[in-house]
């Protein structure tokens, strides 16, 4: 079956330092990769869609200038948080679009501590 | 737009007993529905969907959901769980035009022995 990966699967940083994070298909091209968020015993919430090529669409209430979104090729978008904080402190989750299917597929999820 | 509510937020149950999770959505044009499994400090594994036809569907796991458009549910069924089903459960909609998923709050499954 289609896999994403996301790198790294957990990161500790300082206050006021950016963190990037990876989400790849492995063995399909994505056109669409969606950001989520998701706090402890929540849901997830969409933060932003990247398309490939293209910039990103943000979803209400998401900084973008904060969560940077690149989607520069069809198997890898990352997600940059930009001066973090603790409060950004989160699980973020990304998932894919298989052009070929429409199928979504999901990453294993970044845990980012922010201290 | 469309939303969606799972009225159960945790719901513990007997290894081997049956178990309902209920969902219920909202939108004002055709929907596709999904159901993931979240085990801890994972991503999303998706358990079944339903895109068309069959209102009836299955999954992996044993799973299986009822598309119930007069009533606008998608509840997911598992005639008996064990252990291993001990997870996070999200439904999930999407009107298919932009594939943006909007889940809902999720439901706590705990099997005991």
């Known amino acids: 079956g289609a896999v994403v990966s996301q790198h790294p699967s957990w990161v500790i940083c300082k206050s006021g330092t950016s963190v990037k994070i990876e989400c790849r298909s492995l063995?399909?091209?994505?056109?669409?990769m969606f950001w989520y968020r998701q706090f402890p015993k929540q849901s997830l919430m969409l933060m932003a869609t990247?398309?490939?090529?293209?910039?990103?669409?943000?979803e209400q209430g998401v900084e973008k200038d904060k969560f940077l979104i690149n989607h520069a090729s069809l198997t890898l978008s990352t997600l940059t948080v930009t001066s973090a904080h603790p409060e950004d402190s989160s699980f973020y989750i990304c998932?894919?679009?298989?052009?070929?299917?429409?199928?979504?597929?999901f990453g294993p999820g970044t845990r980012l501590t922010v201290l | 737009a469309q939303s969606v509510t799972q009225l159960d937020s945790q719901v513990p149950v007997f290894e081997e007993a049956p178990v309902e999770l209920r969902c219920n959505y909202s939108s004002s044009v055709s929907v596709y529905l999904f159901w993931y499994v979240q085990y801890p400090n994972q991503g999303l594994q998706l358990l079944l969907k339903?895109?068309?036809?069959?209102?009836l569907v299955k999954g992996i796991n044993g799973f299986e959901a009822e598309f119930n458009k007069s009533q606008t549910s998608f509840h997911l069924r598992k005639p008996s769980v064990h252990i291993s089903d001990t997870a996070e459960y999200f439904c999930a909609v999407s009107d298919g035009g932009d594939y943006k998923l909007s889940f809902g709050a999720g439901t706590t499954v705990t099997v005991r022995a």
């Open positions: 998932s894919a679009r298989d052009w070929a299917s429409n199928e979504q597929f």
């Open positions: 339903y895109l068309s036809g069959s209102t």
């Open positions: 990247s398309n490939e090529g293209s910039k990103a669409t943000y």
């Open positions: 063995d399909f091209q994505a056109t669409t």
